[in-house]
């Protein structure tokens, strides 16, 4: 009865954070001197200096997304203090830091806050922030933000693992720098490592896997990777797709079995969530789910015995389902271009990425930096294997119609309405006709 107690206590919270909080638009200036004591970002009020001001002083505006500063891990707020206090003494104390945070999609967040003052009040803008993936492409079309081409650190770049860079890429241009990661992999209670994760090993051992199956809006980004993994073609540029009938055919197969088989609860299609099911994993009622790896750091910071594994796949290719924070230059302006990029290439260092990585239980974007993770809370060789062939939410590039099609073919074949073969032809035949 304890351990249950103690089970549901780790849900609430970590269901709390996987929900998130608005925290309240706030303002803060970090100064430059480097031995005033720390104050948390969060507090309203300047933080006052005594030095007169460098005539060649440069000033930095940055506006911080709140999911990245939680409230309830003041070790965060304090270790993103260090960091900007130390970039400032690294550049001889004249930047000026003016250093906001902000709720991200809510009315008066980061993102409608940029579009609505880009044309009437493009001097209130930040020149640096971090924005999500789903956001960049409105956010390159709108003017927004700009290429990073020639300003961030080769270095740096050439870092990062080749799935993640794709976040930030528009038309061959660098528009936006993977920093956190955020991947769904499989999450089961053991403690043992299981080795294969192909569908065959899947459905012989007779393995319920439960994933947020709808979606109101476009396809099932689970279903289009499996379908990507088995040969599948990529969205076309406006949109259409040209369908691999084999590879359609192969995941539809698994979902077939797996559905004759009773390895899909009745009430997975309805699912729209992680948050759905993720009470019942917690307290081990269900014994494997898909997850972030945010919450999989989270449950192993709390003692669980979860174990990490790619998502089943035709072949066993060891993948996961890409998104996460990405830097974006907000400003016109050269110089302060190259100040923002200064500042990501600061912040990008090796050691400081794996330490606020580690601090806010997300994943660095740099392979060396997730090299560094504690080995004794997550497992690194796995999640670097993941992280190299993870798949962004290319799903989300088809248009309305081809999503829907495909989406309401998988549902069709997972509640048992169609066999994948019907299911095959009805999508193939739907889209010819569009």
């Avoid at 440069?58 to 707020?77: G, Y």
């Avoid at 089961?188 to 294969?196: F, M, N, Q, R």
């Avoid at 110089?335 to 997300?362: C, P």
């Amino acid at each position: 009865m304890f351990l249950k107690t103690v089970k549901i206590v780790v849900w609430i919270l970590i269901l709390a954070a996987c929900n998130g909080q608005n925290t309240p638009q706030t303002r803060t200036t970090i100064p430059t001197t480097p031995t005033l004591t720390p104050t948390p970002i969060a507090q309203p009020s300047a933080i006052p200096t005594t030095e007169a001001t460098p005539a060649n002083e440069r000033n930095l505006v940055i506006w911080w997304p709140d999911a990245l500063s939680p409230n309830d891990r003041a070790e965060v707020t304090e270790l993103l203090n260090q960091q900007i206090r130390d970039f400032s003494v690294s550049e001889n104390d004249q930047v000026n830091l003016t250093f906001r945070l902000k709720r991200y999609s809510d009315v008066g967040g980061i993102i409608s806050t940029l579009r609505a003052a880009n044309g009437v009040a493009p001097g209130a803008l930040p020149d640096l922030t971090l924005i999500r993936r789903e956001d960049l492409l409105s956010a390159i079309q709108s003017g927004l933000v700009y290429p990073l081409e020639g300003l961030v650190s080769f270095g740096v770049i050439n870092g990062i693992y080749d799935s993640a860079l794709e976040l930030g890429q528009y038309q061959d241009q660098l528009y936006a720098l993977p920093y956190m990661q955020e991947i769904q992999i499989v999450a089961y209670h053991d403690t043992e490592t299981i080795a294969g994760w192909t569908f065959d090993d899947v459905l012989t051992r007779e393995q319920v896997i439960v994933f947020p199956a709808r979606r109101v809006n476009g396809v099932n980004r689970l279903f289009f990777a499996q379908y990507l993994a088995a040969g599948g073609t990529l969205p076309l540029s406006d949109g259409s797709i040209e369908i691999n009938r084999q590879a359609l055919l192969d995941v539809l197969s698994y979902y077939e079995a797996a559905y004759q088989q009773g390895l899909i609860p009745d009430d997975m299609p309805n699912y729209t969530t992680v948050s759905d099911y993720l009470p019942a994993f917690i307290l081990e009622e269900l014994d494997t789910a898909v997850i972030s790896t945010t919450t999989y750091f989270d449950l192993r910071s709390s003692g669980e015995s979860v174990m990490v594994a790619p998502l089943p796949t035709r072949d066993g290719d060891p993948i996961g389902l890409l998104n996460g924070w990405l830097w974006v230059i907000t400003t016109s302006n050269t110089e302060q271009q190259e100040l923002a990029a200064s500042f990501i290439n600061w912040m990008m260092d090796i050691q400081r990425q794996t330490d606020f990585a580690s601090a806010v239980h997300m994943l660095p974007s740099q392979r060396s930096a997730l090299q560094r993770l504690d080995r004794s809370v997550v497992d690194v060789s796995r999640l670097d294997s993941i992280s190299e062939g993870a798949f962004p939410p290319y799903g989300d590039l088809l248009n309305g119609s081809v999503a829907r099609v495909l989406q309401n073919g998988f549902i069709s074949v997972i509640n048992g309405e169609s066999s994948a073969e019907d299911a095959v032809q009805d999508i193939i035949d739907q889209l010819n006709t569009e």
